[in-house]
């Protein structure tokens, strides 16, 4: 089985090998095998000429170049952050009545000393992370104030 199966790879081959030659020319080889050593040639050629002359090209730009070189990653964006000074403004208003604004205020605000600011000290010392959790419980509240609001009044 063995024998027949070589016999028959080693005659499909010579069969192509015949008729890739009857069909090109006896010649072909040679031409094949030039032309693929042009182009292998012709490509290192020009990936060296042109990929010197633009190496050096680059690498005289990067030695006049006078700027300073930039930060990156987490130190550019600390830096960032301590160059950008928002003001804070806190509306203490939710629902329209003082007496019902207050206690939500102190509500809001024991919640967030005893539940958050324990564990995010350890963490930053940046105060716009805990006033964004109160603004946006603030507006939580707003809206259900509004919609409660808007229900009992139909």
């Not at 060296?48 to 930039?70: A, D, M, W």
């Not at 550019?76 to 939500?104: Q, S, V, Y």
Request: charged share 20%; with cysteine.
């Amino acid at each position: 089985m063995l024998k027949f199966c070589c016999l028959s790879i080693w005659g499909w081959g010579s069969l192509g090998i015949v008729l890739f030659l009857i069909t090109f020319g006896p010649f072909v080889i040679f031409y094949l095998t030039f032309y693929i050593l042009c182009f292998v040639g012709g490509g290192l050629v020009v990936t060296l000429l042109f990929g010197k002359t633009n190496s050096e090209k680059y690498l005289e730009q990067c030695e006049h170049s006078f700027l300073p070189p930039s930060s990156t990653g987490v130190p550019k964006c600390l830096e960032e952050m301590k160059r950008e000074a928002r003001t804070i403004k806190i509306d203490r208003r939710l629902t329209g009545a003082n007496i019902i604004d207050e206690p939500l205020q102190q509500v809001i605000q024991f919640s967030l000393r005893d539940y958050v600011q324990y564990w995010y000290y350890t963490l930053s010392d940046d105060e716009s992370f805990l006033l964004e959790i109160r603004q946006t419980l603030q507006n939580a509240l707003i809206q259900f104030a509004t919609r409660c609001w808007g229900y009992s009044s139909e």
